[in-house]
């Protein structure tokens, strides 16, 4: 198994204030994401700005899509994002839509795992062409308590076995990591763990640790 990136999430309702956060992070992490509520509150001039900011990094645009799939693709490509968001719950339609768009500017679509889905729509999302998909326990999921269990290892674990390449995220920490050992993740997604630290570059370094640790230098 190759060895999982580190992805920082900004969910700031002000770009001023992802901007310090992204100041702080940037020589730490290797994705820099727009989160959906950086994108409510301060529209794509979030991920124009930070494309500019942060020219060598992926830079992933939250949009959580449900509709219109290819002109919000359109649009969150033409303003740099390399990557953007669709929900699972999307018509395949819309799915295909947004990944044609994606492949005109050399960008991905990544499938939002949020609520209901099936390894039956997981194949349907693989056989249009899309690679990548995020494995994400919400904010009020981890508000409730939930934690990650058995069959959300045994989920991400068949989504591996068809290709797909995942992200994991909901509150993830370096203490964490050891949970996943078994599952060849593509990046660890990280939000207010990183931007809301005294120190946010040590724990930047804590997840790269546990990351080396568990899945070497590959």
Same mark, same amino acid.
């Given at each position: 198994?190759?060895?999982?990136?580190?992805?920082?999430?900004?969910?700031?309702?002000?770009?001023?204030?992802a901007?310090?956060?992204?100041?702080?992070?940037?020589?730490?992490?290797?994705?820099?994401?727009?989160?959906?509520?950086?994108?409510?509150?301060?529209?794509?001039?979030?991920?124009?700005?930070?494309?500019?900011?942060?020219p060598?990094?992926t830079?992933?645009?939250?949009?959580?899509?449900a509709?219109?799939?290819?002109?919000?693709?359109?649009?969150?490509f033409?303003?740099?994002?390399?990557?953007?968001t669709?929900?699972?719950?999307?018509?395949?339609?819309?799915?295909?839509?947004?990944?044609?768009v994606?492949?005109?500017?050399?960008?991905?679509?990544?499938i939002?795992?949020? /609520?209901r889905? *099936?390894?039956? %729509?997981?194949?349907?999302?693989? !056989? +249009?062409? $899309?690679?990548?998909? &995020?494995?994400? #326990?919400?904010?009020?999921?981890?508000?409730?308590?939930?934690?990650?269990s058995?069959?959300d290892?045994?989920?991400?674990?068949?989504?591996?076995?068809?290709?797909?390449?995942?992200?994991?995220? /909901?509150?993830? *920490?370096?203490? %964490?990591l050891?949970?996943?050992? !078994? +599952?060849? $993740?593509?990046?660890? &997604?990280?939000? #207010?763990?990183l931007?809301?630290?005294?120190?946010?570059?040590?724990?930047?370094?804590?997840f790269?640790q546990?990351i080396?640790?568990i899945?070497?230098?590959?």
């Open positions: 198994m190759s060895r999982p990136l580190l992805q920082l999430a900004l969910d700031h309702t002000e770009l001023n204030a901007l310090l956060s992204v100041e702080a992070l940037k020589e730490s992490v290797d994705i820099i994401e727009a989160g959906t509520i950086l994108c409510i509150s301060e529209g794509l001039n979030a991920v124009r700005t930070l494309r500019k900011v942060c060598n990094h830079l992933v645009a939250d949009l959580k899509v509709d219109a799939g290819e002109t919000l693709a359109e649009q969150a033409g303003a740099g994002a390399n990557w953007m669709v929900i699972c719950a999307a018509p395949i339609a819309t799915v295909a839509k947004a990944h044609s994606a492949q005109k500017y050399q960008g991905e679509v990544q939002e795992l949020f /609520g889905w *099936t390894l039956e %729509d997981a194949r349907a999302w693989r !056989d +249009i062409g $899309v690679k990548q998909a &995020i494995y994400h #326990r919400g904010r009020d999921a981890q508000a409730s308590g939930q934690s990650w058995k069959e290892l045994n989920n991400m674990a068949a989504l591996a076995e068809l290709g797909i390449a995942l992200s994991v995220t /909901g509150g993830i *920490t370096p203490a %964490d050891h949970l996943f050992k !078994d +599952i060849p $993740v593509h990046a660890f &997604i990280a939000g #207010r763990a931007s809301d630290a005294a120190e946010p570059a040590r724990i930047a370094e804590a790269h546990q080396s640790a899945w070497g230098n590959k």
